[in-house]
Antibody, heavy 120, light 110 residues
Framework: EVQLVESGGGLVQPGGSLRLSCAAS????????INWVRQAPGKGLEWVSY????????YYADSVKGRFTISRDNAKNSLYLQMNSLRAEDTAVYYC?????????????WGQGTLVTVSS | QSVLTQPPSASGTPGQRVTISCSGS????????VNWYQQLPGTAPKLLVY???QRPSGVPDRFSGSESGTSASLAISGLQSEDEADYYC???????????FGTGTRVTVL
């Protein structure tokens, strides 16, 4: 069974940092592209970042470019999101989402999400 | 601010057909395939339709997608109470090289 489990969320002050993790199981993690998607409370979905299967290609949304860093450790079946210079508008549930094998921009499995709250 | 526009709400009675539109531009829907996601209350999104009109295994054939030019649509036929959810279209956008979601549509079963 495919599983994606996010962790690392919590309360952080504006300007602070947080590192999210996504533990994958039930599939060959190293073969799949993975994304981070977030959802602010009561709002819609916003794509955050993408990483290719070997980590050689990375994309970011303009809203997080220069502040967030996506990475992966295929030996540990894990995805990460390092978030620096956090702002109130970064408050959201953060989901990791697997890209379909034939099209990395089709998110076929999602984790349950981890909540990040940026507040003083 | 999303570049894919959806109506904020749609509704119907059980058994009716409901259609949700998704309006984009030449840089997203006009040149890339569209996916649709369903988000039930309090849960993570789920892939509902991919590549404009393909359904993942397990998704009922009551759900169908279509695309024409710079717009896409999701139709739900034979509406059921368990279809009450938020629905989002999404596509890659060549400019500015980003994946974009629609504004979302809340479907209510009356």
């Amino acid at each position: 069974e495919v599983q994606l489990v996010e962790s690392g969320g919590g309360l952080v002050q504006p300007g602070g940092s947080l590192r999210l993790s996504c533990a994958a199981s039930g599939f060959t993690f190293s073969s799949y592209e993975i994304n981070w998607v977030r959802q602010a409370p009561g709002k819609g979905l916003e794509w955050v970042s993408y990483i290719s299967s070997r980590g050689r290609t990375i994309y970011y949304a303009d809203s997080v470019k220069g502040r967030f860093t996506i990475s992966r450790d295929n030996a540990k079946n894990s995805l990460y999101l390092q978030m620096n210079s956090l702002r109130a508008e970064d408050t959201a549930v953060y989901y990791c989402a697997r890209g379909h094998l034939s099209n990395g921009w089709t998110f076929d499995y999602w984790g349950q999400g981890t909540l990040v709250t940026v507040s003083s | 601010q999303s570049v894919l526009t959806q109506p904020p709400s749609a509704s119907g009675t059980p058994g009716q057909r409901v259609t949700i539109s998704c309006s984009g531009s030449s840089s997203n829907i006009g040149s890339n395939s569209v996916n649709w996601y369903q988000q039930l209350p309090g849960t993570a999104p789920k892939l509902l339709v991919y590549s404009n009109n393909q359904r993942p295994s397990g998704v009922p054939d009551r759900f169908s997608g279509s695309e024409s030019g710079t717009s896409a649509s999701l139709a739900i036929s034979g509406l059921q109470s368990e279809d009450e959810a938020d629905y989002y279209c999404a596509a890659w956008d060549d400019s500015p090289n980003a994946y974009v979601f629609g504004t979302g549509t809340r479907v209510t079963v009356l």
